[in-house]
């Protein structure tokens, strides 16, 4: 698929067949967020792969909607902000390394026929416990990662005057 193809199917998957994931594509997605760019290369993230099968009561502590269960697997992103790079005024570019290596993750997906679905409003408690993440770890951001099973609705985007400013403007 060309990028720009990808980039326009990709779209939150709110539904999965229950197909397994076959362990070459899993590996390419992973493999495409670990050569995520980050932050003066630290690459301060923790990607855990979870499966599904048998864990969805738990899993559903964590976020509760059924379908956040039915793929296969569900990917955590996780944040390790004492291992990234922080700038001179403080700020601290794990949430952004994060960011950076999951949209590499869902892209690679997307490319493979594989669906997501960005979950930052999950329960970072619940979360914790079930990974079992020290103090220094941080749940950023959940996908399921599995076969779509609905289709994508139209995307609803600002255009680009609303989201670009040129400098020829100030």
């Known amino acids: 698929m060309e990028f720009s193809e990808v980039v326009e199917k990709r779209y ?5 067949k229950p197909d397994l994931v076959e362990d070459e594509k899993l590996r390419q997605v992973l493999e495409a967020a670990r050569l995520a760019p980050t932050a003066a290369n630290r690459q301060p993230f923790l990607l855990i792969v979870i499966h599904t099968a048998g864990r969805e009561a738990e899993l559903r502590r964590i976020y509760k909607p ?17 291992q990234s790079w922080v ?4 700020k601290n570019y794990s ?20 669906g997501t679905c960005w979950i930052a409003a999950f329960d970072p408690k619940a979360a914790r416990k079930l990974l079992q993440l020290p103090d220094d770890i941080e749940p950023i ?30």
């Open 66 to 82: 059924d379908w956040f269960v039915q793929a296969p697997l569900v990917v955590c992103a996780c944040g390790i902000p004492s």
């Open 87 to 90: 700038r001179k005024d403080g």
């Open 141 to 170: 951001a959940f996908t399921p990662l599995g076969y779509p099973a609905d289709r994508p609705g139209p995307k609803k985007r600002k255009t680009i005057a609303e989201l670009v400013r040129l400098d020829s403007d100030f």
């Open 12 to 16: 939150s998957v709110r539904a999965y």
């Open 95 to 114: 949430d952004v390394d994060v960011a950076i290596a999951m949209d590499h993750l869902v892209l690679s997906a997307t490319n493979l026929g594989l």
